[in-house]
């Protein structure tokens, strides 16, 4: 059942949108989840928010919002046991999805699998703000300074360690799908949309909604395009459309 509600190949376009909760406010962030609601599939709480509220907040985006998930997106990177322990932790907290670094290693990644109970839990393989030169100037190797090749490095041991996806980004989500099949989850941020441009951006592997799900994303995380624009609800709706267009596409030219 459980497994049933989760499944990627049964969702509706605006059940694919993940919106962020990228608030310190717990009121503002309510009302975001109030707005959006019926708009958008999955409330993600990320550092900010956890940070400002703690495991309160996912009681609340729970009671406004029951047929929603929420993604804890806390990104656990530390020594496997501190990991794990954490993760048991969360297990109790009634989250969807969770997330750790792939950098963790596959006996990271292994004790990660082995406490997560039936939370999908999904490795972040490269965050979609590192580009090629942001790769090198932290030391990785020439050869797996190209984000693709780390990250379908990085799927591949997520996959093997037992974990449900990743996250990556729209531009390499075809090669992760090809490689690790369609039921390995991918979850896509860095959506941008065509006509907008975010102030002093972070993100740099950037691609639209239409492309993400084209390419294979089961799930886009759209914050800033829907956070930040004078009608919200509206963004998600066109988003939403762009999702179905996508899936169409996808349907029509034999994309898998
Ligand atoms: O759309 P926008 O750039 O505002 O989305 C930002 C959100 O995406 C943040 O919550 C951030 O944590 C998340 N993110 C992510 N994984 C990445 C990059 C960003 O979950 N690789």
Do not use: W
């Not at 900010?48 to 495991?55: K, R, V």
């Not at 449900?164 to 090809?178: A, F, N, R, T, W």
């Not at 860095?190 to 239409?210: E, S, Y």
Request: aromatic letters at 4%.
């Amino acid at each position: 059942m459980e497994e049933e509600r989760l499944s990627p190949k049964k969702l509706r376009p605006f059940e694919r949108i993940i919106f962020p909760l990228d608030l310190a406010d717990p009121e503002q962030a309510i009302k975001y989840v109030r707005l959006l609601k019926d708009a958008v599939g999955v409330f993600k709480v990320g550092l900010e928010l956890f940070t400002a509220c703690g495991p309160e907040i996912v009681k609340r985006i729970q009671e406004e919002a029951p047929s929603q998930k929420i993604f804890l997106d806390i990104k656990f990177h530390d020594i496997p046991e501190t990991v794990k322990r954490a993760i048991r932790v969360c297990s109790t907290l009634g989250v969807d999805f969770l997330t750790v670094h792939c950098s963790e290693g596959s006996r990271g990644l292994m004790a990660v699998a082995e406490a997560k109970g039936n939370i999908k839990v999904l490795g972040v393989t490269v965050l979609t703000s590192m580009s090629k030169d942001d790769l090198k100037e932290i030391g990785i190797d020439i050869e797996l300074a190209e984000p693709e090749k780390l990250v379908l490095k990085r799927a591949e041991l997520a996959k093997r360690a037992g974990l449900d996806g990743i996250v990556c980004s729209g531009l390499e989500v075809s090669k992760v799908k090809e490689k690790l099949g369609e039921d390995f989850l991918a979850v896509t941020p860095g959506i941008r949309l065509l006509d907008k441009t975010i102030p002093q951006d972070d993100q740099k592997r950037i691609v639209t909604p239409f492309d993400a799900i084209v390419n294979g994303a089961d799930y886009i995380v759209v914050g800033r395009p829907i956070r930040d624009a004078e009608e919200p609800r509206k963004i998600a709706s066109l988003i939403a459309e762009e999702i179905q267009k996508a899936e169409k596409y996808r349907l029509t030219h034999k994309v898998h």
